[in-house]
């Protein structure tokens, strides 16, 4: 089935950094979320992106949908500590019965040096 | 509002046993999901459901059934569990179709671990 490709799958920068994650996928998608799990925690939602070309922000956070919308990228500004944990994107598709399955990237762990 | 709660949150079985996850939710989502989540291999989606009575095979279904006899609890049984099904598992819940009601939420997981 289709994949959504995440990369890098490991990322560690100095507090103070900053740090980007890319969502790739051969087809086109319909949306984009994104999801933040901290280390023993479960996934948060963070945001969705439906538009092509579309930019969010929240903080210190940049959400970006490609203008072909077959990619997404999150970028942090100046990590800090509490950035922590595992990003993940995952494709919002429909399925029978109007639900909506997600798809998710393994996603890119992130650690912050202090 | 206690959101999604999950139990139990810890379990060990031996190769062959069966058990029972129960996942709650007081939000009043229509839709609810289990999941796996496996290291370096995101989440994947064992089964879901679009409300009481129903419920659909997600991306890895086998060795796993579900049943949703109440809209709020969704239930992920295991007949004769194998230790590839050592794993965290997540059910979320989601308030139920339209653009702007798309957000899951998650629990807090079940860690499992079959010898």
């Known amino acids: 089935g289709q994949q959504v490709m995440q990369i890098p799958q490991y990322q560690h920068v100095q507090e103070g950094e900053d740090f980007t994650t890319y969502c790739n996928s051969s087809?086109?998608?319909?949306?984009i979320q994104w999801y933040k799990q901290r280390p023993g925690g479960h996934p948060v939602f963070l945001i969705q992106l439906v538009k092509s070309g579309e930019v969010k922000k929240q903080k210190r956070l940049t959400f970006q949908f490609g203008e072909a919308k077959k990619n997404s990228s999150l970028h942090i500004t100046a990590t800090q500590t509490t950035d922590v944990g595992t990003y993940f994107c995952?494709?919002?598709?429909?399925?029978?019965?109007?639900?909506?399955?997600?798809?998710f990237g393994s996603g890119t762990q992130l650690t912050v040096l202090p | 509002n206690a959101g999604v709660t999950q139990t139990p949150k810890f379990r060990v079985l031996k190769t062959g046993q069966s058990m029972t996850l129960l996942c709650a939710q007081d939000?009043?989502?229509?839709?609810m999901y289990w999941y796996r989540q496996d290291p370096g291999m995101g989440l994947r989606l064992i089964h879901y459901s679009v409300g009481e009575g129903t419920t659909a095979k997600g991306e890895v279904p086998d060795g796993y059934n579900v049943s949703r006899l109440k809209k709020q609890n969704f239930l992920l049984g295991l007949e004769s569990a194998a230790p590839s099904q050592t794993s965290v598992y997540f059910c979320?819940?989601?308030?139920?179709?339209?653009?702007?009601?798309?957000?899951?939420?998650f629990g807090p997981g079940t860690r499992l671990t079959v010898l």
């Open positions: 939000m009043n989502h229509e839709y």
């Open positions: 087809t086109t998608l319909s949306n």
């Open positions: 995952a494709e919002l598709r429909f399925s029978s019965g109007s639900a909506r399955q997600l798809t």
């Open positions: 979320a819940s989601q308030l139920g179709s339209g653009k702007t009601y798309n957000e899951q939420f």
